[in-house]
């Protein structure tokens, strides 16, 4: 008997290297951008690749969790953002790292950190490498080496406590080992980021990562009852707790640190039943003022329907959801108990009073194939879903095809809701036609929407130069952090900060926070070798 060959992540760009859009697609899809390229940029062969050879060695006992192998080295210098991609594609690998290590226990993680501070090797935890921020790239050049530590190889749920639906879980499971050692037992997580494929619990904790459901519990965060930290000065971990009052919480120092105080090694987690039902529909609005008001009720109604995705017309129209010129609100609702179907009613009854038309068959029942048993998804909805999941493989054709398409997401208060986006969209335009010296695209989005504000995640497709990709999005990227920055809306709401949304942080953080987290920083990792660069200065 045959065994199937194991998946291939790719290297340069996002995901499974099998779904890459193949060239005869770029090409269709290059007919309808603003890229200047008639053809796709050709992906490098990692035989081709030139990377400087390692500047250090571990111990011989430590040579065993270590690679210098060119495809680890490539596959850990970046994370997955616009300007990643853009160089990876040039075969640009000066920021390579040294080494790969793939610790198999905790006692690997303290082992390679105590070689690490004394070598003065720079350390940049990695879980599935899917950072969108600079979060896993190594800038500068004042250590001697630089070690990517790769958690994946510690991927079990180590305890599961019944009585209390919580699970102790290594932190390098991926999503779906994760949920594949939860399956058996009827529970989940239920945390699911559009990454969920090729990230990690640890990288949620350490990033504060934003799942897919729209409203209650948002963040990862939510979901933690205690954390188990390796940090070069020991380690830290705070005991399994419903809840606590006793003064700053521990776990609140790690949640967002983003590798810098140390490297996440387990968690306690909050579990639930895996739900039973499911419904879904979606509504349009011809009206901007009329959407807002009722996307603003339903996350006001106490309902908390576990989609609430209000798509702007360009968003509908790019996603398939729409092409009219009319707004689309995508609703899901899900339980393990119960039928939802006077959920979903409730809020469609909300969405109507504001304007909203309910699509065709919204309201009745479908069966769908290996789906819950009484799912009903209309063709609105299961468009726009398709389109989410496939969209990072599809910016990764646009750059092919030389074009600029990035994303930021942000968060505010509802009334400022409608000014953020206003100015992001007619500012965003204005800066795009200065950069590049043609029209772009703007859309938004919102992925989570909250009692007092939303999410709005937004998207801009704008045609390159070749060889003036990078300075172009540069340029972008600080008018985008101006906007957000002049409106008191977040850098970011859950893609972190990484090293790219760092000036925006700088301006977003209390100034004697920032000392706080420095004091932390160097009581914590005193060499200074945990991600340097990231939240604070080296």
Not at 183 to 190: A, E, I, M, Q
Not at 262 to 290: C, K, N, Y
Request: charged share 20%.
């Amino acid at each position: 008997m045959t065994t199937a060959p194991a998946r291939v992540r790719s290297w340069w760009g996002w995901g499974w290297a099998d779904e890459a859009v193949p060239d005869h697609e770029c090409v269709q899809l290059g007919a309808a951008l603003p890229g200047p390229l008639e053809r796709p940029q050709p992906v490098p062969a990692l035989a081709d690749l030139h990377l400087r050879a390692s500047r250090v060695s571990p111990p011989s006992s430590l040579a065993h969790l270590v690679t210098t192998a060119v495809p680890d080295r490539a596959g850990h210098t970046y994370g997955k953002a616009y300007r990643d991609v853009v160089r990876a594609l040039r075969g640009q690998m000066d920021a390579a790292p040294d080494l790969v290590a793939y610790p198999a226990n905790e006692a690997d993680i303290v082992a390679l950190l105590d070689w690490a501070a004394g070598a003065n090797v720079a350390v940049v935890p990695y879980g599935g490498g899917s950072s969108v921020v600079g979060g896993v790239e190594y800038r500068g050049d004042a250590h001697a080496g630089v070690l990517s530590l790769d958690l994946t190889g510690m991927n079990r749920v180590l305890e599961i406590d019944h009585t209390s639906l919580a699970a102790r879980i290594e932190a390098g499971a991926l999503g779906p080992v994760l949920e594949d050692q939860l399956r058996p037992h009827g529970y989940t997580l239920r945390h699911f980021p559009q990454s969920f494929e090729h990230s990690t619990l640890g990288g949620w904790l350490a990033t504060r990562s934003g799942g897919h459901y729209a409203t209650l519990h948002t963040h990862i965060d939510d979901f933690v009852e205690s954390l188990r930290v390796v940090t070069p000065a020991g380690i830290s971990e705070s005991w399994r707790l419903p809840g606590s009052g006793a003064g700053p919480s521990p776990d609140r120092l790690f949640l967002g640190s983003e590798g810098i105080l140390g490297v996440i090694s387990e968690a306690w987690m909050r579990l639930q039943r895996r739900p039973d039902h499911r419904r879904s529909a979606s509504v349009t609005f011809a009206s901007f003022t009329d959407a807002m008001r009722a996307v603003r009720a339903i996350a006001q109604s106490g309902l908390h329907p576990a989609n609430c995705r209000w798509l702007d017309p360009g968003e509908a129209a790019m996603s398939g959801a729409a092409g009219d010129g009319s707004s689309v609100l995508v609703l899901g609702v899900e339980s393990a108990d119960h039928p939802v179907d006077d959920q979903l009613a409730q809020l469609l009854e909300v969405a109507r009073d504001h304007g909203g038309t309910i699509a065709a068959g919204a309201t009745e029942p479908r069966a769908t194939e290996g789906r819950a048993r009484d799912e009903g998804r209309d063709d609105a909805a299961e468009t726009w879903r398709s389109a989410f999941l496939r969209m990072p493989y599809m910016r990764d054709a646009m750059v092919r095809m030389g074009a600029i398409a990035e994303t930021f997401e942000t968060a505010t208060t509802w009334d400022r809701v409608d000014a953020l986006y206003h100015d992001v969209v007619s500012e965003m335009s204005t800066a795009i036609r200065e950069v590049t010296g043609a029209p772009g695209m703007v859309n938004c989005r919102f992925t989570h929407v909250y009692p007092d504000g939303a999410a709005p995640y937004f998207t801009i497709i704008a045609a390159g130069r070749p060889g003036r990709q990078l300075a172009m999005w540069d340029e972008l990227k600080a008018a985008a952090m101006d906007i957000l920055s002049r409106h008191r809306a977040t850098v970011t709401h859950h893609h972190a900060v990484g090293r790219d949304h760092r000036p925006g942080y700088d301006r977003q953080r209390p100034p004697h926070f920032a000392a706080v987290l420095r004091a932390a920083k160097a009581t914590l990792d005193p060499a200074g070798i945990l991600n340097p660069g990231v939240l604070i200065d080296p």
